[in-house]
Structures are given as C-alpha cells and as structure tokens.
C-alpha cells in the first residue's frame, strides 16, 4: 500500500508564490506518477499537473504558466511550485500517486493542504 502525504499549504497574498510537497511511502517502487489535484467548496476537483516516473509533465492549460512540478528525493516525492498566486486559486491541494501494476490502475489520495490566497 501507498501512503500520501502533502503539506506546505498556508496564506499567501495575491502575486506571491508558494511550494507545496508530497511524500509518498510504503511500496513506493510500485508508483509510476504522481499528479497535484485542486478543489475549492462547490467546485469540481480539478488537475494541476501531474509527473511520471521518468519525469513527462502534464500541466492544465490555465496553470501551466503559472505553476511547475518537480521531482525529488528519490522519486518518491513531488514539489508544485505555485508562482504568480490568484485568490480564485484558494482551494484544497490533493497529491495522488498512482500504480499500474499488470495493466491495473491503483490511485492513493493524500488528505490535502489548504491554500488561500488574499487580494
């Protein structure tokens, strides 16, 4: 089993910037990407990006000017680096790590971190 982590979340003023985490544990080889979801209260949760094990990103086409995604620590964590920040960007931040094992497909949630953002 996989087990998710993210932190790094908090208040930050519009035009700021802000670098959230996700630590994945457990049986860590088995993860072949990890991706950064977002929902705010109402709203469909939505992707960010997201990151393969050899490193091929995914951007959402209203973020990928704004935020990267990284890797580091051996591959079993991955950094959103949020630049640029809206308020309509408030909203919780989920990681997800996802499995593929002989054509099976496992997703293991984090329980997110908040992030909002003042004019």
């Known amino acids: 089993q996989v087990q998710v982590v993210e932190s790094g979340g908090g208040l930050v003023q519009a035009g700021g910037s802000l670098r959230l985490s996700c630590v994945a544990s457990?049986?860590?080889?088995?993860?072949?990407?990890m991706g950064w979801y977002r929902q705010a209260p109402g709203k469909q949760r939505e992707l960010v990006a997201s990151?393969?094990?050899?490193?091929?990103?995914n951007y959402a086409d209203t973020m990928k000017g704004r935020f990267t995604i990284s890797r580091d620590n051996a591959e079993n964590t991955a950094a959103l680096l949020m630049d640029a920040l809206k308020p309509e960007d408030t909203a919780v931040y989920y990681c997800?790590?996802?499995?593929?094992?002989?054509?099976?497909?496992?997703?293991?949630w984090g329980q997110g971190t908040q992030v909002t953002v003042t004019s």
């Open positions: 997800k790590a996802t499995s593929t094992p002989w054509g099976r497909e496992y997703a293991y």
């Open positions: 457990g049986s860590i080889a088995s993860i072949n990407a």
């Open positions: 990151i393969t094990r050899d490193g091929r990103t």
